[in-house]
Structure formats: structure tokens, C-alpha cells
């Protein structure tokens, strides 16, 4: 039986696992758009940390704490770099009457 303590260190270790392996992903897919060229290795490192967090979340939480908690956070993580790298940009628009409202008076 698991203390709490090890169930904390297992997650924590899942997550930087779920972590590397997103960010893994966004850069392979950022080199497979540029370049043209599957990154194998990257793809290899992925799958190389996605085992480990998986193995350490199905130790400590078991295995729907693999799709809860590393479905999740891989997700998280690829956005994240995704938007990093320049895959994507993040635009806030003013709605249309704002908009023409603050060109027309632009010191209030």
C-alpha cells in the first residue's frame, strides 16, 4: 500500500513526462510543416516520455488516470509550445461598434 507522499512523486514525474511529450509533439509537427521531414527522433522522445508518465500515473492513480490527467496535460502542453514555436497566433479584436467607437474618439 501507497502513501500519499509516493502517489505526489509519481504524479509529479507523470507530469513532467506528459509535459516533454506534448511540447515533443509540437516541435515534430513544426519541423514536419517547415521542413517537409518527419522527425523520428522527436516523435521517438513523445513516445519515450509519454510511456513513463502513463507508467506513472497507471502506478499511483491507475489507468484512468492516464487518460484523465495525461490526456490533458499533453494537450496543454502542445498548445502551449505550439503557440511558443509560431504554429499559431492568439489575436484579441475589439466587437465591430467598440471598435468604430474608439476610432472615432481615440483619446477617451
Do not use: H
Amino acid at each position: 500500500m501507497m502513501n500519499l507522499g509516493l502517489k505526489m512523486v509519481l504524479l509529479g514525474f507523470a507530469v513532467i513526462g506528459y509535459i516533454g511529450a506534448g511540447a515533443s509533439l509540437a516541435v515534430a509537427r513544426y519541423r514536419l510543416l517547415e521542413d517537409g521531414d518527419l522527425d523520428l527522433g522527436m516523435l521517438g522522445v513523445a513516445l519515450m516520455l509519454l510511456g513513463f508518465g502513463a507508467i506513472c500515473t497507471s502506478v499511483a492513480v491507475g489507468l484512468y488516470g492516464v487518460v484523465g490527467i495525461g490526456a490533458v496535460v499533453v494537450w496543454a502542453s502542445y498548445v502551449i509550445m505550439a503557440r511558443q514555436i509560431g504554429m499559431f497566433t492568439i489575436e484579441v479584436a475589439l466587437p465591430g461598434e467598440a471598435a468604430a467607437a474608439a476610432e472615432s474618439q481615440p483619446y477617451l
